[in-house]
């Protein structure tokens, strides 16, 4: 009963581990193949060693064993057991002279610059005589004991000397009266005589805009009379200096004069050929009166456009004249 039960149970809630037999075939197929990759290397010269196998069925990993005879006498041997493959040998040493020499020839130059620049920094070496040899330093002075008047003397006349070699150097090349140029950001070349030129132009551009705008605010009678004043000066270039009262232009000039205040205006003022001052027609319909006595223009088509500034000042005026006009007839009947 107990077996009949323990079957049972195995059958039914017993699982066999597949993950097992799984990687012992793994590894096995893996054992399988670094044997059958494997290389044995055979060296022929080294005497005396010795290897021990195993059967067939050891799978190749039994230990190596080597005699002590054997290991000392491969010691002691000097001769080289390796075989030389022909062309290899040669190509290296080819490759290495190649690196020697220019290893070398790096290591000239690199002497040679640091010859020439110790020469370079040496002191100056001036032979007055043939037999007698001076070294005067970098700043004029000579080499050797002396006194400090000799030093400052030396010095001076080398910074002469300089400073005659300067002066006889071309001006141009030395950059004397040249104009200095300017650059912007990216490094272009500033033309600032043109710069100048563009902003006095911008200047008088602007300065014309402003007197054109000042004239066309001014009236057409203002501009009339500004023509009028500079042909008066014109003509005053050829006046005489003193003018007396015969003179027949300054009569003519104050009889064509209007006044405002004159009581025979309105039969001696010499009526143009329906132009006004400016050149224009004179409007000849009925218009509200103002304060200035200017009339519309030929073309005004009779609407009254203003705020009634002008009606409102005529109407307190005359308002302002009734009332004391009336105060006046009200102290006389009392």
Avoid: C
Wanted: proline share 2%; glycine share 6%.
């Amino acid at each position: 009963m107990s077996s009949s039960l323990a079957d049972y149970l195995n059958a039914k809630y017993l699982t066999k581990d597949e993950s097992f037999d799984k990687k012992a075939k793994k590894r096995k197929r893996k054992e399988e193949r670094a044997k059958a990759r494997q290389v044995t290397l055979v060296d022929e010269d080294a005497t005396g060693w010795e290897r021990s196998y195993h059967d067939e069925d050891d799978e190749g990993d039994g230990p190596i064993t080597v005699s002590d005879r054997s290991t000392a006498e491969f010691r002691k041997t000097k001769k080289s057991g390796w075989n030389t493959i022909s062309g290899v040998s040669t190509t290296k040493d080819a490759e290495t002279a190649a690196a020697d020499a220019i290893i070398a020839s790096t290591a000239a130059d690199i002497a040679a610059s640091e010859a020439a620049l110790l020469e370079s920094e040496a002191p100056t070496i001036v032979a007055t005589n043939p037999e007698d040899e001076v070294l005067i330093m970098e700043s004029g002075a000579r080499a050797g004991l002396q006194s400090a008047s000799q030093v400052t003397a030396a010095m001076k006349k080398k910074r002469d000397k300089e400073l005659e070699e300067f002066k006889k150097v071309n001006a141009e090349e030395a950059g004397k009266g040249q104009e200095t140029i300017y650059r912007d950001a990216s490094g272009r070349i500033i033309n600032i005589a043109m710069q100048r030129a563009e902003a006095r132009k911008r200047l008088e551009e602007e300065e014309s805009k402003k007197r054109q705008q000042k004239e066309m605010n001014k009236g057409v009678v203002q501009l009339a009379q500004a023509e009028e004043r500079k042909k008066q000066l014109e003509d005053a270039k050829f006046m005489k200096l003193a003018r007396h009262a015969d003179d027949e232009d300054m009569n003519s000039e104050l009889k064509e004069k209007e006044l405002w205040n004159d009581p025979a205006m309105n039969f001696l003022t010499k009526k143009s050929a329906g132009k006004s001052k400016a050149g224009f027609p004179i409007y000849k319909g009925a218009f509200a009166p103002n304060r200035y006595g200017i009339r519309p223009g030929h073309r005004w088509d009779g609407v009254d456009r203003g705020n009634g500034t002008e009606a409102l000042f005529f109407r307190k005026n005359n308002e302002r004249r009734d009332r004391v006009q009336q105060e006046y007839a009200w102290e006389m009947d009392v």
